[in-house]
């Protein structure tokens, strides 16, 4: 992975805790997804005038991979609504680089040098550590944590599905945009049968904060979706969630979710582990 790959899917990464943090924060978390998400579509409805449209080869990925980013759009939020975003976080993206790498050797016949490979697993080790600190937190709940899996679950295999669709796209940006119009339109249009009231009340209260964190998830995702069709799925999986530690901060000195000795273990090991996954042999 090159240094310039690296430095962006760190951006995406940054945009990704930001846009989440949203979530936790504003209210009825899956009307704020719905319009985060729909605000996101409206964002890239103008790039369709400048991209090329995907290949009809990869339009069976396209489709697979909206549903399965719908999926997460609601799995996310509700697991926000039973634990802390320091906790739930870690699980939904601590679960997924390591399901990412092996989909991507089954699926890509992708070849990750065992370096890289042990960085991947400390990344991985490294996010979900901050589980484990609850100083100041409340304790995470079953539900929470069934919720969190099932998030990444989603996360894992879309991931895994955005990589073979870009790469058989020939417009990787094509792909992306198509990705999130298609998935803001069914995340809000499944949401409107749902809380109706609520995202109405959503959008009258949260505007411009809306807009705001549609454009953060739409830029996080098509960097990432750019970085996939390039480099290997595993390592770029495994940098993205380095969001976690972003997540972390905003969690301790905004949200004030506690901060304990696991936050530095965490970090300690993402560290590491990055130091690792740029290692070519």
């Not at 240094?3 to 009825?28: F, M, P, R, Y």
Request: net charge positive; with cysteine; charged share 10%.
């Amino acid at each position: 992975m090159s240094i310039e790959i690296a430095g962006l899917v760190l951006l995406a990464a940054a945009l990704h805790a930001g846009w989440n943090t949203l979530i936790k924060i504003s209210g009825d978390r899956v009307a704020v997804m719905a319009f985060v998400t729909l605000s996101g579509s409206l964002i890239s409805l103008p790039f369709l005038f400048f991209v090329e449209s995907p290949d009809p080869a990869s339009w069976p990925l396209l489709f697979l991979t909206i549903l399965l980013h719908t999926a997460y759009h609601f799995f996310l939020p509700i697991a926000y609504d039973h634990g802390d975003l320091g906790q739930v976080y870690p699980i939904a993206r601590g679960s997924a680089p390591l399901l990412v790498t092996v989909g991507a050797v089954l699926f890509a016949g992708e070849y990750i040098p065992p370096t890289a490979m042990i960085g991947v697993v400390c990344l991985s080790v490294g996010v979900m550590t901050l589980t484990l600190d609850k100083t100041g937190a409340t304790s995470i709940n079953k539900k929470a944590v069934l919720f969190a899996l099932a998030t990444g679950a989603c996360i894992a295999s879309y991931t895994v599905v955005d990589g073979l669709g870009a790469r058989q796209a020939g417009s990787i940006l094509g792909f992306a945009v198509w990705l999130t119009i298609g998935d803001g339109l069914l995340t809000f249009a499944l949401a409107w049968l749902w809380k109706r009231r609520s995202i109405w009340r959503v959008a009258q209260a949260n505007l411009g904060r809306g807009f705001f964190g549609g454009a953060m998830q739409v830029g996080a995702y098509w960097i990432i979706v750019w970085a996939l069709a390039l480099a290997p799925m595993g390592m770029v999986s495994a940098l993205r969630e380095t969001s976690v530690l972003f997540a972390a901060l905003v969690s301790t000195f905004i949200l004030k979710e506690g901060f304990g000795v696991w936050r530095f273990v965490s970090a300690s090991l993402v560290m590491f582990g990055l130091m690792l996954s740029r290692s070519d042999r």
